[in-house]
């Protein structure tokens, strides 16, 4: 299923879908073996966390996908995640994008639409 995108132009610097997967690919497993963020990760569903992402990456960078998984603030709300928690995530895939060789203005605009998110998955002040 998809719909047509309005500016894909964000999708398109990921390196579309093959990019995308290869990020999330690199991303799950050192969301895994992080020492800030292995805990959260600890029962997850690798292969499945890994479809929603790419599903997400590819809605919110404008490709034509449709995302299946949960609303943010359902996904999260059984979690205690703190800023300092989300700003270690957001390092972590900081990393995945430089091993995956992701210019660092297109870094910048994928986590630019990711930041707002903060809001329905940051629930311990
Ligand atoms: C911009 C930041 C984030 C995005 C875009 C994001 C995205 C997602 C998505 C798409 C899912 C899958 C929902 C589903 O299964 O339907 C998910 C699940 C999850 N997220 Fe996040 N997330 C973010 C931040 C965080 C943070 C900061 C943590 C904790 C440090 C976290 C921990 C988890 C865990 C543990 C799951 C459940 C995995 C499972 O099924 O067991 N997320 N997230």
């Known amino acids: 299923q998809s719909a047509p995108a309005a ?3 964000l999708f398109r610097a990921l390196g579309a879908r093959p990019g ?3 990020i999330v690919d690199d991303f799950v497993p050192r969301l ?3 020492p800030r963020t292995s805990e959260f990760f600890r029962k997850t569903n690798q292969a499945h966390l890994k479809q929603m992402l ?3 990456f590819c809605v919110v960078s404008g490709g034509p996908c ?7 603030k ?13 700003n270690a995530l957001v390092e972590v895939l900081q990393a995945a ?3 995956q060789h992701v210019p660092f203005a297109t870094q910048n605009q994928l986590l630019a639409r990711l930041a707002p998110m903060h809001r329905d998955i940051v629930n311990v002040h």
């Open 7 to 9: 500016d894909d132009t």
């Open 20 to 22: 995308i997967d290869a």
């Open 32 to 34: 895994v073996a992080d």
């Open 54 to 56: 790419e599903e997400q």
């Open 66 to 72: 449709v995302y299946t998984g949960l609303p943010m």
């Open 74 to 86: 359902t996904a999260h709300q059984d979690m205690d995640i703190s800023k300092g928690d989300f």
């Open 97 to 99: 994008m430089d091993a």
